[in-house]
């Protein structure tokens, strides 16, 4: 360590590091090395079927009210999935696939032979699985709309997160979407998949098929806020944007959360929301689960009645699985860096638990107000990202 500065404020560095494989001194973050009782109807969800559920209450059946804008998908729309179910239409994605050359030479190729529209959506559908490739191992035989792909939830999560419905005979997965979540869920329990867009709801049925899991799950085109199907346990992942803009209140969800109708159904309840919840609308009743998965925090879990642990608080690391569940412990102190910085995962950073990590490594924090925790041994933790310290300066901006 060249210099350490005496006098100034306390916790103002400039820390220069590196981390396993670079060589030159850096600010930079490092590329992160953390890197299924009986129901088995096979719905046809294009003209979809209302059959005689009652929700929980005992109340009667309302049927959903189906919207009919396909407004998550582009070129794609539930006749083209129809088609590339047809010999036809499969035979235009495999050459579509197959054509040597870029997307508008392969589209004036298949032009010649196919209608302009299917055209479009074969396209269209090729290159979301494309985009889907991290997310799922059955990709190329998987449907997306691009929307719902990017709301869909990975397998990775999907799977990690429906373990806590093992034992569970019936789930409902409310607003399904593409299906992420219904594969992993219909890998511990039958679910029945609702959403308000009959097309995503064609594309989860669609996809759950491909992975092997479709003998477990219904599909059902309905909107949630004004009927859910019964089911021992729920599953609910809204919509958390809206013309591209952030929406960052529960209430403001697509649909909004409301407990009371969903705790009508059961009070074993699990809720999707985004990381950066306020921790104001988290329940008192619930754990909330902040999970990354390859260094990014991209969804909190709020977990009510037999879903929830012990835990108030919980941040877990994918794909490796590791907890850091919350406890009592004592603010850190803060000091001058030691040999090693820790940037701590941004789910250890959401659920308020930087002094805890601290804690348990024996590390300490460069500043109050800071995340960035300090050691002098090298720990290894799937909770943070470390870097060797090369140099410390005194802060100043004309070192910056
Ligand atoms: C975030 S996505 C769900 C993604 C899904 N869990 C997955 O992994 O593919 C939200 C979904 O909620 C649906 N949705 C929004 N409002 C709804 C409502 N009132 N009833 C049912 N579904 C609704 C949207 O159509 C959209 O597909």
């Not at 991290?134 to 373990?163: I, P, W």
């Not at 909004?256 to 104001?280: E, M, N, Q, R, W």
Request: net charge neutral; hydrophobic share 35%.
């Amino acid at each position: 360590m060249a210099e350490k500065g005496g006098g100034q404020r306390p916790g103002r560095w400039i820390v220069a590091c590196r981390s396993g494989p670079f060589d030159t001194p850096s600010l930079a973050r490092p590329m992160n090395s953390g890197r299924h009782s009986g129901l088995t109807v096979r719905g046809d969800s294009d003209s979809p079927q209302f059959p005689p559920f009652h929700v929980a209450n005992g109340s009667h059946v309302q049927r959903g009210k189906i919207d009919h804008d396909f407004h998550g998908f582009h070129s794609m729309t539930l006749d083209d999935l129809k088609y590339f179910r047809s010999a036809q239409g499969e035979a235009l994605l495999k050459e579509a696939r197959e054509l040597p050359g870029d997307e508008l030479a392969k589209l004036t190729r298949i032009r010649k032979g196919y209608d302009a529209g299917r055209c479009r959506a074969a396209m269209e559908l090729l290159a979301n699985r494309e985009r889907g490739r991290r997310k799922f191992a059955r990709v190329d035989e998987m449907a997306f709309d691009r929307e719902g792909l990017e709301q869909a939830s990975g397998e990775t999560t999907s799977t990690y997160r429906a373990q806590r419905y093992k034992g569970v005979g019936a789930v409902a997965d409310l607003c399904c979407g593409v299906g992420g979540d219904t594969i992993g869920l219909a890998g511990v329990a039958d679910v029945v998949a609702v959403d308000k867009d009959p097309g995503r709801v064609a594309t989860t049925r669609w996809n759950v098929d491909v992975c092997g899991v479709g003998d477990r799950v219904r599909v059902l085109a309905s909107d949630v806020t004004q009927w859910v199907p019964e089911a021992d346990a729920v599953f609910i992942d809204p919509g958390r944007r809206r013309d591209g803009r952030r929406l960052l209140s529960l209430r403001d969800y697509l649909p909004p959360v409301d407990l009371d109708h969903l705790f009508k159904v059961t009070p074993d309840v699990g809720i999707k929301v985004a990381p950066g919840i306020s921790y104001a609308e988290i329940p008192e009743t619930c754990e909330v689960e902040f999970i990354s998965d390859e260094g990014s925090c991209k969804e909190a879990i709020l977990w009510f009645g037999g879903l929830r642990s012990e835990a108030e608080r919980r941040a877990t690391i994918l794909p490796g699985r590791a907890s850091l569940v919350s406890r009592s412990s004592e603010p850190a102190d803060v000091r001058t860096p030691g040999a090693f910085v820790l940037e701590p995962d941004r789910a250890v950073i959401r659920a308020h638990m930087i002094d805890q990590l601290a804690e348990s490594l024996g590390a300490w924090k460069l500043n109050a107000e800071v995340a960035y925790l300090s050691c002098d041994h090298p720990v290894d933790t799937p909770f943070a990202t470390r870097f060797q310290v090369r140099d410390v300066f005194r802060f100043g901006m004309k070192r910056l």
